[in-house]
Every structure is written in C-alpha cells, then in structure tokens.
T-cell receptor
Framework: IAGITQAPTSQILAAGRRMTLRCTQD?????MYWYRQDLGLGLRLIHY???????GKGEVPDGYSVSRANTDDFPLTLASAVPSQTSVYFC??????????FGPGTRLTVL | GQNIDQPTEMTATEGAIVQINCTYQ??????LFWYQQHAGEAPTFLSY????GLEEKGRFSSFLSRSKGYSYLLLKELQMKDSASYLC????????????????FGTGTLLAVQP
C-alpha cells in the first residue's frame, strides 16, 4: 500500500441496505476525513478524526457513522442507505497543519 | 459563518496566463489551500498560503490577502493538461471547526484550456 486507498471503487446499492466504505493510509497521519462531493455543492465534510480513538461530526453527518480503532483505518458506514446518499465519497488524511492527501474516491449509487 | 466565492467556469488559451480569484469569509481562518481536480479524479494539492503575499511554485503561483479575505491562483504557460477544476479551500482553526486542519471547500472553478 502506498499513500491512501479506498474500497470499493464503485458500488450500486439498494435503498435500505447497510454499506461500509473502507479507507486505509500507510503514511501514519494522525488526522483523517470523509467527504462527499456532489455536483454544484463541492466537497462537504461528513466526519473527521483528529487521532486514533477520536471522531467528530462535520457538516453533513446524518445517516453516516465512522470509527477510528487505529491510525491507518477510517471506515465510513451507511446504516440504511437512501437515494440522497448517492455521491462520490473521498477519504483524506493529514499529518496536521499541512495539506490533506486524498484517496481515489468511491462512487456510490443508491437506488 | 463560511462563504467562499470563485467563478464557476473560465476559458483560456494554451500558452496564456490565467488568474482564478477566490473571496472567502471563514471563522477562525488560519491559511488557504488551492487544489486541482481533474474530472473523475481526486483533488491534488497545489499551494498553501498562511501569510499575506505571493507563493510561487513553477508555473503556478498563489496570492493571499488576509485583511481582504482574498486569494488568487495564477497559472502561467497554460497547457492542455491544466484543464481541470481548481478548488479554493480556506483552513479553519481547530477551536472553530473541531477538526485538525479543517478545510472549507468552494464549488471550484472549471478551467478549460483551448488550443
């Protein structure tokens, strides 16, 4: 693994199903973030984690949950997917007070 | 509150210079990032300004005026591969935003470079 990875690359999901988007980084960055990007709205922060064991809510946290059991992994879970959660999801990490590094994204479609 | 304003679209010619402006109002402001995003790809870091003035990095330069809430990204010697969205992203202090190095993203400026 080099940098930050996300899985799956894309997914089509039936409404009401549970889904976990995975994010892993090998740069030992303390901070990690989940964004969604929608046309005309830009990148919006869903949840963040400043360090392993802590998480916080961003701008649009409803319907999503996260955990940060260790430094490397920061999964995002949709407990019961709805069509409005159709979006491109980006995970990012940062070694504090410098730029964020973004993963390649997950394109999610909820039908 | 948070407000970021940048043009939605711009068009420029290969070899030319283009300036993309950004105005912002961000509580707890502590710096400004510019990112480049090609269609279907992740954003990639271009520049970071924390103090007033111009930061130059090759063909790209970025300027910041904290007192005016204003930044611009200057792209010189435009190439076709510079066609992308350019995202202005003020950074918010942890005491305001909660997150370490929280970025507030605008909707971006879609730049089309024509031959």
């Amino acid at each position: 693994i080099a940098g930050i990875t996300q899985a799956p690359t894309s997914q089509i999901l039936a409404a009401g199903r549970r889904m976990t988007l995975r994010c892993t980084q090998d740069m030992r960055h303390n901070a990690m973030y989940w964004y969604r990007q929608d046309l005309g709205l830009g990148l919006r922060l869903i949840h963040y984690s400043n360090t392993a064991g802590t998480t916080g809510k961003g701008e649009v946290p409803d319907g999503y949950s996260v955990s940060r059991a260790n430094t490397d992994d920061f999964p995002l879970t949709l407990a019961s997917a709805v069509p409005s959660q159709t979006s491109v999801y980006f995970c990012a990490s940062s070694p504090n007070r410098v730029e964020q590094f973004f993963g390649p994204g997950t394109r999610l479609t909820v039908l | 509150g948070q407000n970021i304003d940048q043009p939605t679209e711009m068009t420029a010619t290969e070899g030319a210079i283009v300036q993309i402006n950004c105005t912002y109002q961000t509580s707890g402001f502590n710096g400004l990032f510019w990112y480049q995003q090609h269609a279907g790809e992740a954003p990639t870091f271009l520049s970071y300004n924390v103090l007033d003035g111009l930061e130059e990095k090759g063909r790209f330069s970025s300027f910041l005026s904290r007192s005016k809430g204003y930044s611009y990204l200057l792209l010189k010697e435009l190439q076709m591969k510079d066609s992308a969205s350019y995202l202005c992203a003020p950074s918010q202090d942890m005491n305001y935003g909660g997150a370490t190095n929280k970025l507030i993203f605008g909707t971006g400026t879609l730049l089309a470079v024509q031959p």
